[in-house]
Nanobody
């Protein structure tokens, strides 16, 4: 059974940092595309970052324009964890953040094509 469990959310002031974690079980995640998405109340779900380790020639990371230079997606193979380091947080980053996995990378704008999802962790950024 595939499980993705997010943690690390919380409340922080603008300019602060948070690191979200996603614990993965049930899949060999290094062969999967791992993504972070977010959804604010009244808004559509938005792709934030995706990472595919694949092979040396196919590994890549992608970021939404709104978070480039501020957020970094990474993984820890030994711990079966994927992280989202979020720096210079802004009030508009406030949302529920979800970890997702899929056997291929459909793109940050194709969240519906990600097969596996976690339950989410709330991030609140105050001004």
């Amino acid at each position: 059974q595939v499980q993705l469990v997010e943690s690390g959310g919380g409340s922080v002031q603008a300019g602060g940092s948070l690191r979200l974690s996603c614990a993965i079980s049930g899949i060999t995640y290094s062969r999967y595309c791992m993504g972070w998405f977010r959804q604010a109340p009244g808004k559509e779900r938005e792709g934030v970052a995706a990472f595919y380790s694949g092979s040396v020639t196919t590994a890549f990371a992608a970021y939404a324009d709104s978070v480039k230079g501020r957020f970094t997606i990474s993984q820890d193979n030994a711990k079966n964890m994927v992280y989202l380091q979020m720096n210079s947080l802004k009030p508009e980053d406030t949302a529920m953040y979800y970890c997702a996995a899929n056997s291929y990378c459909p793109g940050l704008r194709s969240s519906s094509l990600f097969r596996y999802w976690g339950q989410g962790t709330q991030v609140t950024v105050s001004s």
